[in-house]
């Protein structure tokens, strides 16, 4: 994107403002006329959005104080009011550049631009290794499993990514990174790489049932996995290889010290960098060997090998035995002890470690020695930090190795300026990523790692690394409000395997461990969010329980904690939590203790929770008191974003007790305010209320006969939802798109929807969604079979919905008559449900008439009465529609054919041409055989 700048448009007539256009990239603005346009079309800004954008462009790249922002709106305003008028201007910036957006930063604003393309410099070519990646090229064209196998610091890391920047246009579905040494425990390996490749899943899932899994899911994909680091899982590691290999497109790429052991399994031994022969004296001779070309790069750059550093150079390159990283470590000290003393001490060292370096044995004896020996001329301030980095599992920043490492005698600026020269040492890894992480390689950190466990203030570093993480998801829930998804998950994610390292520390079994116990609960509550956002939210399920049964050990936890874990588990987790869940009881006790405290924060989570339990388990009336207690609650708090709340929760409980009408109000309103994010601290990951509402809208348009308007709202959710959490993908198709594609008999379409409902279900494991998608595929066997289906086997589909989920049951009568359970009848005459009451009657009714018995007749005649009028009453004219066919045809049983038939052709000219759809098509069916049967009668 261009800077900042000024454009004159050529009228000398025109005044200076007018003839003033500030550009940024595609963006154009007009002071003058107070308009802004986007690559030639205008932004819908209101007065203060546009100055509040004005200033933020000219001010582009840098922080704007509140204060500025306030002085350029006409009626200044305090921080939350300005805080709502950047959240218009990101929803308006959103419909046409959803890169470009206002993020808040301390006390004031900053507009964050997308990334300029810049061409990336050459990255430096692998030294001396030419051989195995050609090698290596070949064995991976021939076979779908290869590990590269050699010990610690040989460079198994380097060459396997050296080797995928050229495979790429092999493997059409990409190539997936998986870094093993951020984890420490086998059991994070199936989560970690199942979130990586989409599937998260229990991080105790079955094996067997993992590779049953992830073989449909890549049965048609071509791609090329890189396990990274495995030796300390060798067992985990193989038997993931083995599970992605079920797939016939999918190869896998190892890095190890060892085999992995696992079937299919071909081993490229890495051997050391090319030695130069003894007593080499001239410096080509000695450039010939990859050894020397690798440490001559680390220690003198572009001044080279000079012939006087011959025999320095190769004495030490033999007695480090050509290992990459001893090679680059002894390079960087170079400078700082010079190349003799160097050489002399490192040949002491290696001697003094036990025996000359023949082996492999001896290898890792040697890259142990050139670590403890570059450990041991640090400083004792840089030994500190290096020790203390060993927490972070994966990169991390200079802002949180201050955090983590400072203290009462080193400063987090000193902290920074330690990190910066040791990735001058080589000990710690420069970052390569846009996101500018740093990382110790997996072997400095394990040896850190080792030294740290044995330091006093060991706890204390890592409960700062805990709080660190608190702090960061603390910012990210801010950011949240401000970030589109995509760029706040790409900020954010990165963080998850710190995170999951912080809470198995904070979880760790023992005594005295309820304060770290405490930190691991609210830790928890901090990072479910962002897990849920990342497809993670199963895999942390775990930690949910483990928060639980913390806070259940204390005589008076934290309530708000509490009350948070239980929402998590009871709305998120498609698990039994037994006495861990708070019950319906305990929970209202927690929102009157909430509302005491008078903090809107504390308040809505149990008010969620409460409106989401009443809302799962179809207890609509309850959901719609709920969504009132909310919304009552906004009011008395002058909450904005719990009024918003209140209207969405209170829509969709409106319209499943069947008051439409009242439901598209609450609904339309929800709609014009949704620019407004819902704060993660209000709901761990809200599905986008826009995208709700239109779902909820088309299920009414339909149900009131508006087919085209409800296909296309409908069709418009669905796309929304796409780039949304998965739950909300999995939301529109059950709750909307298959309901109207069945409402229509459209079984190609319902059966297009539901298996993308399967495939995403299967792939982000959502326990909730599974029993929907499988109940649909039994319903749509019934539909699809038609009359050839025996009675006896729709009543048991209805039955086993009935007993999974009332609210699918409700449905299903709406569906076909053939398929009214017993327990939505139940439902239908308690008034605990009311949009399925009218359709519930006429399947009565329906049943009834099959009897042929003159009794049921005309007591399907009542029934079909007062589904008529209920459906009247609410508006929706396609139930309506359809008991007046039931009227019509009931009335030809009775011996008076005519009746109804008026009132048929009434609803159907009401409806409209439209589109086409069954109920139309059969309402029409039937006008015509009454007047096909007319004029034959008249003919007699």
């Not at 399920?541 to 204390?554: F, I, K």
Request: glycine share 8%.
């Amino acid at each position: 994107m261009t800077t900042a700048s000024l454009e004159r448009d050529g009228n000398p007539a025109a005044g200076e403002d007018e003839r003033e256009h500030l550009v940024i990239g595609p963006f154009v603005l007009a002071p003058g006329e107070g308009s802004a346009r986007f690559r030639g079309r205008a932004l819908s800004l209101t007065r203060d959005e546009f100055a509040l954008f004005r200033i933020l462009l000219e001010h582009a790249g840098s922080v704007v104080a509140e204060r500025l922002l306030h002085d350029c709106c006409a009626d200044g305003g305090d921080s939350s009011l300005l805080f709502e008028r950047v959240a218009g201007l990101n929803c308006a910036l959103a419909r046409h550049a959803p890169d470009l957006y206002v993020m808040q930063v301390a006390k004031g604003y900053t507009l964050v631009l997308p990334a300029e393309p810049v061409q990336a410099p050459p990255g430096q070519a692998l030294i001396g290794r030419e051989t195995a990646l050609a090698a290596l090229g070949g064995m991976l064209a021939s076979h779908r499993f290869v590990s590269i196998v050699g010990p610690g610091g040989i460079g198994k890391t380097s060459v396997a990514r050296a080797l995928l920047a050229g495979l790429g246009e092999r493997y059409a579905d990409g190539i997936l990174t998986l870094d093993l040494a951020a984890m420490f425990d086998p059991r994070q390996l199936l989560p970690a790489l199942a979130q990586a490749l989409g599937v998260p899943t229990m991080a105790n899932s079955e094996a067997g049932d993992l590779a049953e899994r992830f073989a449909i899911l890549l049965a048609r994909r071509r791609l090329l996995v890189l396990l990274d680091s495995c030796e300390h899982m060798i067992e985990a590691a193989g038997q993931m290889a083995e599970a992605l290999l079920a797939a016939p497109g999918v190869s896998v790429l190892a890095t190890s010290r060892e085999p992995l052991r696992a079937d299919g399994e071909r081993v490229y031994r890495l051997e050391p960098m090319a030695l130069p022969a003894r007593g080499t004296a001239d410096v080509p001779s000695a450039l010939a060997s990859a050894a020397v070309r690798l440490f001559v790069a680390h220690a003198f750059g572009a001044r080279g090998l000079q012939a006087q550093d011959v025999a320095a150079v190769t004495r030490l390159c033999r007695d480090l035995d050509g290992l990459p990283l001893a090679l680059e470590l002894a390079g960087s000290m170079s400078a700082r002890f010079g190349l003799e003393q160097l050489a002399s001490q490192a040949g002491q060292r290696l001697l003094a470690d036990g025996t000359a370096s023949t082996g492999a044995r001896e290898r890792h004896l040697s890259l142990s020695a050139m670590l403890a020996w570059s450990y041991d001329v640090l400083s004792e301030d840089e030994k500190t930090v290096f020790r203390r980095l060993s927490v972070f599992r994966g990169g991390f920043t200079l802002e949180a190795a201050a955090v983590v490492a400072a203290d009462t005698s080193l400063t987090g600026a000193d902290v920074k300026e330690i990190v910066i020269g040791l990735m001058g040492k080589s000990l710690v890894s420069a970052a390569r990523e846009p996101d500018g992480r740093h990382r110790l390689l997996d072997t400095t950190r394990a040896y850190a790692a080792h030294l740290h466990a044995q330091d006093a203030d060991c706890l204390q570093v890592v409960t700062r690394h805990a709080g660190f993480l608190c702090g960061l998801l603390e910012e990210a829930q801010v950011a949240w409000l401000h970030m589109p998804r995509r760029p706040w998950l790409a900020l954010y994610a990165p963080w998850l395997d710190d995170v999951r390292a912080a809470l198995d520390w904070a979880y760790a079994d023992g005594e005295g461990r309820i304060d770290n116990g405490v930190l691991g609960a609210h830790l928890t509550v901090l990072s479910f969010p962002l897990a849920d956002q990342a497809g993670a939210v199963l895999e942390f399920s775990r930690h949910v329980r483990q928060g639980l049964a913390v806070l259940a050990r204390m005589d008076n936890p934290p309530q708000i904690l509490r009350m948070r874990l239980a929402a998590y588990a009871r709305d998120n987790i498609d698990e039994p939590f037994g006495d861990e869940v708070v019950t319906m009881a305990q929970l209202d006790d927690g929102i009157r203790k909430a509302e005491l405290a008078g903090n809107p924060q504390s308040i809505v989570a149990p008010l969620m929770g409460y409106w989401c339990f009443c809302f799962g388990a179809a207890k609509f009336s309850h959901a719609l008191e709920t969504a009132h207690r909310l919304s009552a609650t906004a009011r008395r708090l002058d909450d904005a974003t719990l009024a918003l709340i209140g209207r969405k929760t209170t829509a969709q409980a409106l319209h499943f007790m069947g008051r439409h009408q009242e439901a598209m109000g609450s609904a339309a309103e929800a709609l014009a305010l949704s620019w407004r994010k819902i704060p993660l601290s209000y709901s761990s990951a809200p599905v986008d209320i826009a995208t709700a509402m239109r779902l909820l809208m088309s299920r009414i348009l339909w149900i009131r006969g508006e087919f085209g308007r409800a296909s296309d709202l409908c069709a418009q959710a669905c796309l929304e939802a796409q780039d949304d959490r998965p739950m909300a993908l999995c939301h529109a198709l059950a709750l909307a798109a298959i309901p109207l594609a069945l409402w229509n008999r459209d079984f190609g379409s319902a059966e297009t929807l539901l298996a993308t409902l399967e495939r995403h279900v299967q792939r982000y494991s959502i326990g909730l969604w599974q029993t929907w998608a499988r109940n649909y595929r039994e319903v749509l066997a019934v539909l699809a079979a038609g009359g050839a289906i025996a009675p006896e086997r729709a009543l048991r589909v209805a039955a086993g919905v009935a007993g999974s989920s009332c609210m699918q049951s409700d449905h299903l009568a709406s569906f076909d008559v053939r398929l009214l359970a017993a327990g939505a009848v139940e439902r239908a005459h308690k008034g605990v449900v009311g949009w399925c009451v009218p359709e519930t009657l006429r399947a009565q009714a329906e049943a009834l008439m099959a009897s042929g018995d003159r009794d049921a007749l005309h007591a399907a005649a009542v029934l079909l009465v007062r589904a008529r009028t209920l459906a009247h009453e609410q508006d929706a004219r396609l139930w309506e529609l359809r008991t007046v066919c039931s009227q019509v045809r009931l009335a030809e049983r009775l011996g008076r054919p005519e009746a109804f038939v008026a009132d048929l052709g009434t609803l159907v000219a009401r409806l409209g041409e439209g589109r086409e759809v069954a109920d139309l098509r059969m309402a029409r069916a039937l006008l015509a055989r009454d007047k096909a049967e007319r004029a034959s009668g008249s003919q007699h």
